[in-house]
């Protein structure tokens, strides 16, 4: 008899969002003054994907970023991270979520100048669930030789790799990336950029990165256009360019 096969099904399923915000706003108000910074954003990120959210200064990719992180919340509409409710008021709830699923790589390294790059490193492994080592932290951003260097013995882009190593080395499933490169000239920039790109294809981390820089775009999945507080329209690339193909 004929081995039964079952077939294939017709069309397979949409995969689900590991984000989704719908109707987000964020309004910040100081006195008689009222800035809305989110006007609604609906917005789905997928597993293992790198997205670049570009738009003007202003624009709310900040807020966006924080709220995405748990840093901050909306003033409403909802958001959700897995089967994470990130509009909940609960600082230990969301500081547990930061600590267990994200890493934060922002425009100014903000890394401890009396601490080697490795001591900077093990800040995190030290409270992490299953990190890797600061030494291999470090070599994922190709810094292994300059693993005992003190950040003021380093250029911009080699702290902003230890930057990276130090929020990556708790295999993060999220990685969320605001002007990382905003501070580099372009050539540094694209190194960054590079380690970036790896860290996403390596570990597999949904990867946000917020650039003014349209040229970064190029290496996304997807490209996130802001504008006044709005997601104004999203593209996919059809094949995401390698950082070093990038020059601006
Ligand atoms: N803590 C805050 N208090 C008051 N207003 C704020 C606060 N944070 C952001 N804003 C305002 O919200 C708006 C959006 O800011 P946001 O930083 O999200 O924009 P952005 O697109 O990231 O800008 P940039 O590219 O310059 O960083 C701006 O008008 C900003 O001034």
């Not at 108000?29 to 790198?50: F, I, K, T």
């Not at 003007?56 to 990719?61: A, E, F, R």
């Not at 900040?62 to 409710?85: F, K, Q």
């Not at 951003?141 to 013995?153: I, K, N, T, W």
């Amino acid at each position: 008899m004929p081995e039964q096969v079952s077939p294939p099904p017709l069309s397979s399923p949409a995969p689900r969002p590991i984000f989704e915000a719908r109707g987000l706003t964020k309004v910040y108000q100081m006195g008689e003054v009222r800035v809305d910074a989110l006007r609604g954003v609906d917005l789905d990120l997928y597993a293992g994907e790198l997205v670049v959210l570009l738009g003007p200064s202003g624009s709310g990719k900040s807020t966006l970023l924080n709220i995405l992180g748990g840093l901050d919340t909306p003033t409403s509409g909802t958001v959700r991270y897995a089967e994470h409710d990130l509009t909940v008021d609960d600082d230990a709830a969301m500081t547990q979520y930061r600590r267990e699923h994200v890493g934060f790589v922002f425009q100014f390294y903000n890394l401890i100048p009396s601490l080697t790059a490795r001591e900077n490193v093990a800040l995190v492994t030290e409270i992490a669930h299953d990190p890797m080592t600061p030494e291999e932290a470090l070599a994922l951003v190709g810094l292994a030789p300059r693993m005992d260097h003190f950040p003021s013995q380093m250029s911009g882009g080699e702290q902003q790799r230890v930057a990276i190593a130090r929020a990556v080395a708790k295999r993060p499933q999220v990685l969320l990336c605001d002007e990382p490169t905003g501070a580099l000239d372009a050539q540094t920039g694209v190194m960054v950029l590079e380690v970036i790109a790896r860290v996403n294809r390596e570990l597999g981390t949904t990867t946000v990165v917020i650039t003014h820089n349209a040229v970064i775009a190029a290496m996304a999945d997807r490209v996130v256009h802001f504008g006044d507080g709005h997601v104004v329209r999203i593209e996919r690339n059809e094949r995401r360019k390698a950082a070093s193909e990038l020059s601006w």
